[in-house]
C-alpha cells in the first residue's frame, strides 16, 4: 500500500525553523522526484520545492528560495524540507508528493501539516 506521512509541522515564532519530514512507504523515494507543496487558508495549493530523482537537483519557490532546503535521505525513503527564517505568510498546509522519474505529474500524494507562523 503506497503511503506518504508528513511530520514535523507545528506553531513557530517568525524567524524560527522546523524541518518536515515526509515518510514514504509501499513505493521506494529514490525512482521518484519528490515536492513540496502548501495550501493557506482561502488560497490555492501552491508549489514549494521539488528533489529530482536520479542526481537530485533541486528546485524551489521563489518565495522560499534562500530560506527552504528539500533533501532526501533514500536509506530511510524520507523527504524533508528545512525551513529556516519562518514568516507569518508561511503558515499552510503543507502537503508532500511523489512523481514517477521525471514526470511533471505528481501520483502520490501525503495527508498534510500544518505549519503555523506567528508574527
Known amino acids: 500500500q503506497v503511503q506518504l506521512v508528513e511530520s514535523g509541522g507545528g506553531l513557530v515564532q517568525a524567524g524560527g525553523s522546523l524541518r518536515l519530514s515526509c515518510a514514504a512507504s509501499g513505493f521506494t523515494v529514490s525512482g521518484y522526484s519528490m515536492g513540496w507543496f502548501r495550501q493557506a487558508p482561502g488560497k490555492e495549493r501552491e508549489f514549494v520545492a521539488r528533489i529530482n530523482w536520479g542526481g537530485g537537483t533541486t528546485v524551489y519557490a521563489d518565495s522560499v528560495k534562500g530560506r527552504f532546503t528539500i533533501s532526501r535521505d533514500n536509506a530511510k525513503n524520507t523527504v524533508y524540507l528545512q525551513q529556516n527564517t519562518l514568516k507569518p505568510e508561511d503558515t499552510a498546509v503543507y502537503y508532500c508528493?511523489?512523481?514517477?522519474?521525471?514526470?511533471?505529474?505528481?501520483?502520490?500524494w501525503g495527508q498534510g501539516t500544518q505549519v503555523t507562523v506567528s508574527s
Open positions: 508528493a511523489a512523481a514517477l522519474g521525471g514526470t511533471p505529474e505528481y501520483k502520490y
